[in-house]
């Protein structure tokens, strides 16, 4: 055993490493691998296993992530926990070190798979064949690790276009054959390359105006992809990832020709980071808020010394030009759907100066969710804006030129994300979107209406602090609801909320676009979904029920909400239009289940407050339940439901 002493020592040099930036860890890399051996050695396996995994970057050479996958390996060997996707990955190259790294950046983001690795080449048997090994596992999502030999039929070189378009519907019409069997078969969703366009074409810059040319050929392929995947198949941008590694380093022929690799090796871990990233998406823990510093990050030079006039900004100059095209990524950022917030050691009056006086300032003050700008420590005020905008830290990504401050979020609140940035600014946007905190997988008006949902519920606050009391700041909203079944003009946005909300989650169960399609046609469920709006905006779709019949009782199989609405009645209201549904549909009970989580202990007692009484308990897990009958009492709350509009 580890003496106590030697266990602290331990921690601070593990903990001293990882609030580095990637340069100076470089040094200190074998001190840490050392380290995590004592532990492991010392049967402090789990240990080892969560201080490796938090060093996993996108920044780590091949041979530094195979190091660490030995350590969170380690801890493998402990049960899977319920809530663990079953992924498949089916290549046409081989896929055994893609695939371990995959599972290295995913035990990184604490995400919990079971993976099946089909063998080299053997993707459309294992998809169409019964029995096969595939089959057997019951994917939930399968990953095709395809690229352009794949191609079944490439055209002959002297093509005309109606031909070659005639071959590309054929070569569609067999994808679509593995999608809808994915589908049909086992409710999975799919993951899937499109191709990589190789340099050293025999048309030189004539091929991509004809269309017998193989470079011609796949981007019309690509475009088709795009264009006919169903919203269950997710495209992975392969041919992009690869001119973004580089031709020369991506189409390296020896590793193909020996070992039939899918790109040379030092673009695996790129690979397998773009992938982790949209599985990542794909459950749910994509970041969510952009949380910026200001001075020497949004502008050049220091504000309260300079004033708003003198900080660098804008045309004339290269460093100007670099933090306006900043702005502007971020802006972007926001426009897609993520929260911006500001943390910055300033006085706030001299902070918000730029915002208020400067014309050529791309982000504005409404641009900014919450803005924070004192002299505490950023650690701290990094919470403070978790706690206005009701987000969880891990949901945070922290911008900022310093590297002292970056190193003390990295210590102090190790939840959030921290990307080092260079000390020019005209690399801090690629310095950011390297490690892909913001991938998606689907784009709703939800999504990008979300800034200024959190910009109202500011509003909302400063009215909660001027109200003699809660019941006249509810009154003062004047909140209506529409409550509709899963329809398909809300489907991506329910689908979305379930598979994003992790604290107000009773189950924490993941559907998929399919699945969830599925419930809401099938005769066994029933699905709900509630929208709010009051007087200071629409927050949007923020609830959804998943709910199906049993015998005589209606059971709640994942009941999901934002954190954006609490305490204004939505839990309240909902109770009431659960009861209301169980009595037409003629059963006596709701029944519902509370499976914990690291996450939602903020609805560990929702069923209690809302008069339901435990029923079982299985583990950690607790069924409650409530009959409906005439003398049950609804709940009172200040929101006016409304009539679905059409």
Same mark, same amino acid.
């Given at each position: 055993?580890?003496?106590?002493?030697?266990?602290?020592?331990?921690? =601070?040099?593990?903990?001293?490493?990882?609030?580095?930036?990637?340069?100076?860890?470089?040094?200190?890399?074998?001190?840490?691998?050392?380290?995590?051996?004592?532990?492991?050695?010392?049967?402090?396996?789990?240990?080892?296993?969560?201080?490796?995994?938090?060093?996993?970057?996108?920044?780590?050479?091949?041979?530094?992530?195979?190091? &660490?996958?030995?350590?969170?390996?380690?801890?493998?060997?402990?049960?899977?926990?319920?809530?663990?996707?079953?992924?498949?990955?089916?290549?046409?190259?081989?896929?055994?070190?893609?695939?371990?790294?995959?599972?290295?950046?995913?035990?990184?983001?604490?995400?919990?798979?079971?993976?099946? =690795?089909?063998?080299?080449?053997?993707?459309?048997?294992?998809?169409?064949?019964?029995?096969?090994?595939?089959?057997?596992?019951?994917?939930?999502?399968?990953?095709?690790?395809?690229?352009?030999?794949?191609?079944?039929?490439?055209?002959?070189?002297?093509?005309?276009?109606?031909?070659?378009?005639?071959?590309?519907?054929? =070569?569609?019409?067999?994808?679509?054959?593995?999608?809808?069997?994915?589908?049909?078969?086992?409710?999975?969703?799919?993951?899937?390359?499109?191709?990589?366009?190789?340099?050293?074409?025999?048309?030189?810059?004539?091929?991509?105006?004809?269309?017998?040319?193989?470079?011609?050929?796949?981007?019309?392929?690509?475009?088709?992809?795009?264009?006919?995947?169903?919203?269950?198949?997710? &495209?992975?941008?392969?041919?992009?990832?690869?001119?973004?590694?580089?031709?020369?380093?991506?189409?390296?022929?020896?590793?193909?020709?020996?070992?039939?690799?899918?790109?040379?090796?030092?673009?695996?871990?790129?690979?397998?980071?773009?992938?982790?990233?949209?599985?990542?998406?794909?459950?749910?823990?994509?970041?969510?808020?952009?949380?910026?510093?200001?001075?020497?990050?949004?502008?050049?030079?220091?504000?309260?010394?300079?004033?708003?006039?003198?900080?660098?900004?804008?045309?004339?100059?290269?460093?100007?030009?670099?933090?306006?095209?900043?702005?502007?990524?971020?802006?972007?950022?926001?426009?897609?759907?993520?929260?911006?917030? @500001?943390?910055?050691?300033?006085?706030?009056?001299?902070?918000?100066?730029?915002?208020?006086?400067?014309?050529?300032?791309?982000?504005?003050?409404?641009?900014?969710?919450?803005?924070?700008?004192?002299?505490?420590?950023?650690?701290?005020?990094?919470?403070?804006?978790?706690?206005?905008?009701?987000?969880?830290?891990?949901?945070?990504?922290?911008?900022?030129?310093?590297?002292?401050?970056?190193?003390?979020?990295?210590?102090?609140?190790?939840?959030?994300?921290?990307?080092?940035?260079?000390?020019?600014?005209?690399?801090?946007?690629?310095?950011?979107?390297?490690?892909?905190?913001?991938?998606?997988?689907?784009?709703?008006?939800?999504?990008?209406?979300?800034?200024?949902?959190?910009?109202?519920?500011?509003?909302?606050?400063?009215?909660?602090?001027?109200?003699?009391? &809660?019941?006249?700041?509810?009154?003062?909203?004047?909140?209506?609801?529409?409550?509709?079944?899963?329809?398909?003009?809300?489907?991506?946005?329910?689908?979305?909320?379930?598979?994003?909300?992790?604290?107000?989650?009773?189950?924490?169960?993941?559907?998929?676009?399919?699945?969830?399609?599925?419930?809401?046609?099938?005769? =066994?469920?029933?699905?709900?979904?509630?929208?709010?709006?009051?007087?200071?905006?629409?927050?949007?779709?923020?609830?959804?029920?998943?709910?199906?019949?049993?015998?005589?009782?209606?059971?709640?199989?994942?009941?999901?909400?934002?954190?954006? @609405?609490?305490?204004?009645?939505?839990?309240?209201?909902?109770?009431?239009?659960?009861?209301?549904?169980?009595?037409?549909?003629?059963?006596?009970?709701?029944?519902?289940?509370?499976?914990?989580?690291?996450?939602?202990?903020?609805?560990?007692?929702?069923?209690?407050?809302?008069?339901?009484?435990?029923?079982?308990?299985?583990?950690?897990?607790?069924?409650?339940?409530?009959? @409906?009958?005439?003398?049950?009492?609804?709940?009172?709350?200040?929101?006016?439901?409304?009539?679905?509009?059409?």
């Amino acid at each position: 055993m580890i003496s106590v002493d030697d266990r602290h020592d331990d921690c =601070e040099s593990l903990q001293s490493y990882l609030q580095l930036d990637a340069t100076a860890r470089k040094s200190r890399l074998a001190e840490f691998h050392r380290t995590l051996q004592n532990l492991h050695k010392a049967g402090e396996i789990d240990s080892a296993t969560s201080w490796a995994a938090r060093a996993v970057s996108p920044l780590l050479d091949y041979s530094s992530l195979m190091t &660490l996958r030995r350590f969170v390996s380690a801890g493998s060997s402990a049960p899977r926990p319920k809530t663990a996707k079953r992924l498949a990955i089916l290549g046409g190259p081989t896929t055994l070190q893609l695939r371990q790294l995959i599972e290295v950046f995913l035990a990184g983001e604490r995400i919990a798979v079971e993976v099946y =690795e089909a063998e080299y080449g053997l993707f459309r048997q294992e998809m169409l064949a019964d029995g096969s090994g595939l089959d057997n596992f019951a994917p939930e999502i399968i990953f095709l690790a395809v690229d352009a030999r794949d191609v079944r039929h490439f055209p002959p070189i002297d093509a005309d276009d109606s031909a070659v378009a005639r071959l590309a519907e054929g =070569e569609i019409s067999a994808w679509q054959q593995l999608w809808d069997r994915a589908r049909s078969r086992w409710n999975a969703s799919v993951i899937q390359n499109n191709f990589a366009i190789g340099p050293h074409s025999v048309f030189g810059h004539f091929a991509s105006r004809h269309p017998g040319s193989r470079e011609h050929y796949l981007t019309r392929l690509n475009r088709l992809l795009a264009d006919r995947a169903p919203a269950s198949v997710i &495209l992975h941008d392969l041919n992009g990832l690869a001119a973004e590694a580089g031709a020369s380093a991506w189409f390296d022929p020896r590793f193909y020709y020996e070992y039939k690799m899918p790109c040379g090796p030092d673009c695996l871990p790129t690979y397998a980071h773009s992938i982790a990233a949209l599985l990542r998406a794909q459950v749910g823990q994509s970041k969510k808020v952009l949380v910026l510093d200001l001075d020497n990050t949004l502008w050049g030079g220091v504000v309260g010394d300079l004033g708003a006039g003198g900080i660098k900004l804008g045309q004339g100059s290269g460093e100007g030009e670099a933090f306006l095209a900043f702005q502007q990524f971020a802006k972007d950022l926001k426009e897609r759907g993520i929260i911006l917030a @500001v943390c910055s050691k300033n006085d706030a009056d001299k902070a918000r100066e730029p915002f208020e006086k400067r014309d050529d300032m791309v982000l504005r003050l409404p641009d900014i969710a919450a803005f924070v700008a004192n002299w505490d420590n950023k650690a701290d005020n990094l919470r403070t804006i978790a706690n206005r905008l009701a987000l969880n830290l891990d949901s945070f990504v922290f911008v900022d030129d310093n590297p002292a401050e970056r190193a003390l979020v990295r210590r102090f609140a190790p939840e959030v994300a921290v990307p080092d940035l260079p000390e020019d600014p005209a690399g801090y946007i690629a310095a950011v979107s390297l490690h892909r905190y913001f991938e998606m997988t689907s784009f709703t008006q939800e999504d990008r209406a979300r800034s200024q949902f959190y910009s109202d519920n500011a509003q909302r606050e400063a009215l909660k602090s001027e109200a003699p009391d &809660l019941e006249t700041f509810l009154r003062s909203l004047a909140m209506s609801m529409t409550v509709e079944p899963v329809t398909d003009l809300n489907i991506e946005r329910a689908t979305q909320l379930v598979n994003k909300s992790n604290q107000f989650n009773l189950t924490t169960r993941r559907y998929s676009l399919a699945e969830v399609r599925q419930m809401s046609t099938s005769s =066994e469920w029933r699905t709900r979904t509630f929208s709010l709006r009051d007087q200071l905006g629409d927050n949007g779709l923020i609830s959804v029920l998943l709910l199906s019949r049993r015998g005589n009782d209606l059971v709640i199989d994942t009941w999901v909400m934002s954190c954006r @609405v609490l305490q204004r009645g939505v839990e309240q209201f909902t109770r009431n239009e659960l009861v209301e549904l169980c009595r037409a549909e003629k059963c006596d009970r709701l029944l519902g289940s509370f499976i914990p989580t690291a996450k939602n202990g903020m609805v560990s007692d929702l069923y209690s407050r809302l008069g339901f009484s435990q029923a079982d308990s299985d583990g950690d897990t607790t069924l409650w339940e409530l009959s @409906v009958g005439n003398g049950l009492a609804p709940l009172p709350h200040c929101i006016q439901r409304e009539t679905p509009h059409g």
